[in-house]
């Protein structure tokens, strides 16, 4: 149940592009992007819901194929500051008690 | 606005002993859900609370329980600790009536069982 990220780590250099995927086995209703900063609390980055979208802000952004259950996160132009851990997290269903389960996370670190 | 809140930040117990960790959501939102994680790995789900009852659980033992009070704060307590109880406890909050269940994560609290 529990999704898979890859790849499990990726170093950058500044001004480069990443790709993170979060795959499910199970029918998704929503898929929650964090990055957490060693030390620190995961920061909610973005969330997307069944139906495909696609969202971002600043030079982040995240697509949802709901046919390959699988939610792609592009960072692009990487700075310093997008060094961290991003995990998803994932939803299995529209009721009122939607548990968060998360992947092992994605290491990302972007060099000078 | 206040984000979510935990307290202690760092805690050391001993094996067997029970412990009280707590949380207050971020403003206007009403429920709190409770993490476990362990070093280099995703945040486990333990368990959910809504109107101050347990909604869901996660695959943790019994050992675990939690509390929520009217002012939507809660409290997470861990029974006869176990080495492996040593982890960063994370707690989250979110607002029932989002259809998105949004969930903004607190500080944390490093718990090590010696």
């Known amino acids: 149940q529990q999704p898979v990220q890859s790849p499990q780590a990726v170093i950058l250099r500044e001004g480069e592009d990443a790709v993170i995927n979060c795959s499910s086995s199970?029918?998704?209703?929503?898929v929650h992007w964090y990055r957490q900063k060693h030390g620190e609390a995961p920061v909610f980055l973005m969330i997307l819901l069944k139906g495909g979208e696609q969202k971002g802000h600043d030079k982040i952004s995240a697509s949802f194929n709901e046919k390959k259950q699988q939610s792609s996160l592009y960072l692009t132009a990487s700075q310093l500051s997008y060094s961290g851990t991003y995990f998803c997290g994932t939803t299995l269903s529209s009721g009122s008690a939607r548990q968060l389960t998360f992947g092992s996370g994605t290491q990302l670190t972007v060099l000078p | 606005d206040a984000g979510v809140t935990q307290s202690p930040t760092h805690l050391i117990k001993t094996r067997g002993q029970q412990v009280t960790l707590r949380c207050s959501p971020k403003?206007?939102?009403?429920?709190v859900s409770w993490y476990q994680q362990a070093l280099g790995q995703g945040p486990q789900f333990i368990f959910q609370y809504y109107e101050e009852e347990e909604r869901q659980r996660g695959n943790f033992p019994d050992r675990f329980s939690g509390h929520q009070f009217p002012n939507y704060s809660s409290e997470l307590n861990v029974n006869a600790l176990l080495l492996g109880d040593s982890a960063l406890y994370l707690c989250?909050?979110?607002?029932?009536?989002?259809?998105?269940?949004?969930?903004?994560f607190g500080p944390g609290t490093r718990l090590t069982v010696l």
């Open positions: 989250a909050s979110s607002f029932q009536g989002m259809y998105t269940d949004t969930q903004y």
């Open positions: 403003s206007g939102h009403d429920t």
């Open positions: 199970k029918a998704l209703y929503s």
